[in-house]
């Protein structure tokens, strides 16, 4: 199957500072790509969809100055978190639309834990 | 708006038994698409099984299948010859046909445990 890798697995970074998280498409172009958020014992939360070449679109709730969405090739996403804060420590996890899968399936990356001190 | 339930936070079988996971959902729609994820330690989603809600037959995958009942708006998923490695938690998700997005809609999950 299509392989969706992210960078880095983790982080960990001191309160203020901005993280940026990689997700890429290995071997399959992505139009769409998708970033969700899980707290432990939970379900994924959806935050955004990204469309290559087109501003984000934000799930209510999730401030987008926080969390910046860059799409700028069908291979490539970028998750920035600007000034982290400790509430913002989570499992990231994004997905890649493979179009030329059977029915248009999501591929996940491995995640990325953040931890803000 | 679809929302999808799943109401065993955890479930437990004995190794090479068989156990059922449920889930439940609500739509109005009539064209969707149904999905078991797993989620094993590593966290690292993988795709058990998919069903399309125009074909009767239940898809196979295996030692997975599901029982889905589209009135009833019920898509469990059965898995035989429980095995270490199927302990995870298990996610149901939901898309619809007409999401331009191809949008997911993701249940609570059940956590799977095996027991030796």
């Known amino acids: 199957g299509a392989v969706v890798s992210q960078h880095p697995s983790w982080v960990i970074c001191k309160s203020g500072t901005s993280v940026k998280i990689e997700c890429r498409s290995l071997d399959f172009q992505a139009t769409t790509m998708f970033w969700y958020r899980q707290f432990p014992k939970q379900s994924l939360m959806l935050m955004a969809t990204?469309?290559?070449?087109?501003?984000?679109?934000?799930e209510q709730g999730v401030e987008k100055d926080k969390f910046l969405i860059n799409h700028a090739s069908l291979t490539l996403s970028t998750l920035t978190v600007t000034s982290a804060h400790p509430e913002d420590s989570s499992f990231y996890i994004c997905?890649?639309?493979?179009?030329?899968?059977?029915?248009?399936?999501?591929?996940f990356g491995p995640g990325t834990r953040l931890t803000v001190l | 708006a679809q929302t999808v339930t799943q109401s065993q936070p955890e479930m437990s079988v004995q190794e090479a038994e068989t156990v059922t996971l449920s889930c439940t959902y609500d739509t109005s729609e009539s064209d969707y698409y149904l999905f078991w994820y797993k989620q094993p330690p590593s966290r690292q989603m993988i795709l058990v099984i998919r069903q399309e809600a125009y074909k009767q037959q239940n898809a196979t995958e295996n030692r997975f299948s599901v029982n889905f009942q589209k009135a009833a708006k019920s898509f469990s998923l059965k898995i035989s010859d429980s095995q270490l490695g199927d302990a995870a938690m298990y996610f149901c998700?939901?898309?619809?046909?007409?999401?331009?997005?191809?949008?997911?809609?993701w249940g609570a999950g059940t956590k799977l445990i095996i027991k030796p």
């Open positions: 998700a939901y898309r619809s046909a007409w999401d331009s997005n191809y949008q997911l809609i």
């Open positions: 990204s469309n290559e070449g087109s501003k984000a679109t934000y």
């Open positions: 997905s890649a639309r493979d179009t030329a899968a059977s029915y248009n399936e999501q591929f």
